[in-house]
């Protein structure tokens, strides 16, 4: 079963895809993963993430899923952490630049991109409309292009050739 709401999902291989993280009804935190396939239509345990975390992104490739960024224990990360689809292993990996929650993901099968989210915090946090590019190969963050717009709890989706960023939130504050 899927747990919990804010979960973060991204699907990038023929027939996984994984879901982890978000929060309980009584707004509690989770490090679940729950692992989806597609060819019998079942959900298993997938590696829980290495700490409770809400409000985080994922970006992916044939190979990978790449968990980043979020909230835990009230603290905003820029901590990655990496979940090999076959061997189902997982693993620390480099820091995003800047610690941020509410982003969305895109990427292809060589980088990701983390895009907008919430920068800042309280009693200031603002949305943001930058964006960091993870290179598969070598494990690096670097500054990506700014989106349009600043923006957080926004959607994302790519293919080999491009990412598209969509929707979201113009303010810090959305309930």
Do not use: W
């Amino acid at each position: 079963m899927i747990h919990g709401t804010d979960l973060s999902s991204y699907i990038a291989i023929s027939n996984i895809g994984l879901f982890g993280g978000g929060r309980t009804d009584a707004l509690a935190a989770l490090s679940v993963v729950d692992r989806y396939n597609f060819s019998d239509n079942t959900v298993s345990s997938g590696l829980n993430l290495s700490a409770e975390i809400r409000q985080l992104s994922a970006i992916s490739n044939k190979s990978y899923v790449l968990f980043a960024g979020g909230v835990s224990s009230g603290q905003r990360l820029k901590t990655t952490q990496i979940q090999d689809y076959t061997s189902m292993t997982t693993q620390a990996k480099t820091n995003l630049n800047d610690s941020r929650r509410n982003m969305a993901g895109v990427s292809n099968n060589t980088l990701g991109i983390f895009g907008g989210g919430i920068l800042g915090g309280y009693p200031t946090p603002f949305a943001t409309n930058t964006t960091e590019k993870y290179q598969y190969s070598n494990d690096s963050v670097s500054t990506g292009t700014n989106l349009l717009q600043a923006r957080q709890t926004l959607g994302g989706c790519g293919n080999s050739s491009m990412g598209l960023f969509g929707g979201g939130f113009a303010t810090s504050t959305y309930y």
